[in-house]
């Protein structure tokens, strides 16, 4: 398989590109790519790099070789709201809604969160899932890197939610309605997901009230890292490019 790299700048014909020190590292030690070797390079504005690979002194170079126009993104413009699950299943989230081809992922803290993140640590813990969702990019062949947002709070989100276009759906145990039932979207999708223990009453009632439609995953209770990543795979059978 040709190793993938993102770069984090616009990429044009016939460029030589140094590669980060994490790239470098990981594609002289893990991959053990050699002077000469193909990759594959992008720069999240659609389509992909071919290039030829040359050691640098401690770097790699990249030089380009030609583009490819290669659209790997579904026709499903789906956002995956997810309220802040405990220790490192947002990682997990993360990595998994990427592969799957959502297009957003929102962080939201709702009451019953059990991570509290605020200022300079919900900085770096973003900044942390956003190298997340390139390196999945570049695991699963995405040339588009998704949107990782900042941490916002329930009310905040809702409140921004309800002057949006598109179908808003929220999980909630004991609903009948299921995803099937759902005529297919022609707009934008944004999917809620709550934390451990989920949301309380009056989160859901707000949600109902900024246009969210509660839907089931059925007869099963789910874990929050299970659920949200559950309804994305069946949102792409039933909608997208699977």
């Not at 190793?3 to 980060?20: I, M, Y």
């Not at 809604?97 to 803290?109: C, D, K, T, Y």
């Not at 999980?171 to 022609?186: D, K, S, Y």
Request: charged share 20%.
């Amino acid at each position: 398989m040709i190793p993938r790299f993102f770069c984090p700048f616009p990429l044009h014909p016939g460029a030589h590109v140094e590669l980060g020190a994490d790239a470098t590292h990981h594609a002289l030690k893990v991959l053990r790519v050699g002077a000469g070797d193909t990759a594959i390079l992008f720069d999240g504005r659609g389509g992909q790099w071919r290039a030829t690979l040359q050691p640098a002194g401690k770097s790699l170079r990249a030089t380009l070789d030609a583009f490819e126009d290669t659209d790997r993104e579904p026709a499903l413009d789906l956002t995956l709201v997810q309220a802040l699950p405990a220790s490192d299943k947002m990682d997990f989230v993360v990595q998994k809604a990427v592969e799957l081809g959502v297009r957003r992922i929102q962080p939201v803290s709702a009451k019953r969160s059990v991570i509290k993140l605020a200022g300079e640590r919900a900085e770096r813990r973003v900044e942390h899932w956003r190298n997340i969702a390139i390196a999945a990019c570049e695991q699963s062949g995405r040339n588009q890197v998704p949107a990782v947002a900042p941490i916002l709070d329930l009310p905040q989100y809702l409140g921004m939610a309800a002057q949006q276009n598109g179908l808003r759906l929220i999980c909630a145990p004991g609903v009948a309605v299921r995803l099937r039932e759902l005529a297919i979207p022609e707009g934008p999708v944004s999917l809620l997901i709550g934390p451990e223990g989920g949301f309380e009453e009056g989160e859901i009632l707000a949600a109902r009230a900024a246009g969210f439609h509660a839907i089931g995953l059925g007869p099963r209770v789910l874990r929050t890292e299970t659920a949200g990543l559950g309804a994305v795979a069946a949102m792409m059978a039933l909608w997208g490019d699977w």
